[in-house]
């Protein structure tokens, strides 16, 4: 319960859906994206409830759309790393014959 010393503070219609979108985001608690935001809970939950119906067909989509976009970063990461491993297997192999040539093998 609020104290009396307090002043209620209004949010606008964008804050509340990012910290609704946050909530469903993160999948942690109610109480802890309240904390980490700054609100109390109790206004959260309601946000989440007015606005649970609508959003959960989006949040599907952008549950598929989030899973392509990872595995692409995933993919591109796997390239990246190829041409790491390529290059250095390359430079050890250039290593291996110029230390032999010299006689320090």
Do not use: C
């Not at 990012?18 to 309601?46: D, F, H, K, M």
């Not at 990461?77 to 041409?83: G, R």
């Amino acid at each position: 319960m609020p104290n009396k010393n307090e002043q209620r503070r209004d949010y606008d219609e964008s804050f509340k859906l990012a910290a609704v979108e946050y909530l469903q985001r993160t999948g942690g608690s109610v109480e802890e994206a309240a904390a980490e935001l700054g609100i109390p809970g109790a206004e959260l939950r309601n946000w989440s409830r007015k606005s649970a119906t609508p959003r959960r067909t989006a949040k599907s989509l952008t549950g598929i759309a989030r899973l392509k976009a990872e595995n692409e970063a995933l993919r591109n990461e796997i390239l990246h790393l190829q041409v790491q491993w390529d290059i250095l297997k390359t430079t050890l192999g250039v290593l291996s014959t110029t230390v032999g040539r010299n006689g320090i093998a």
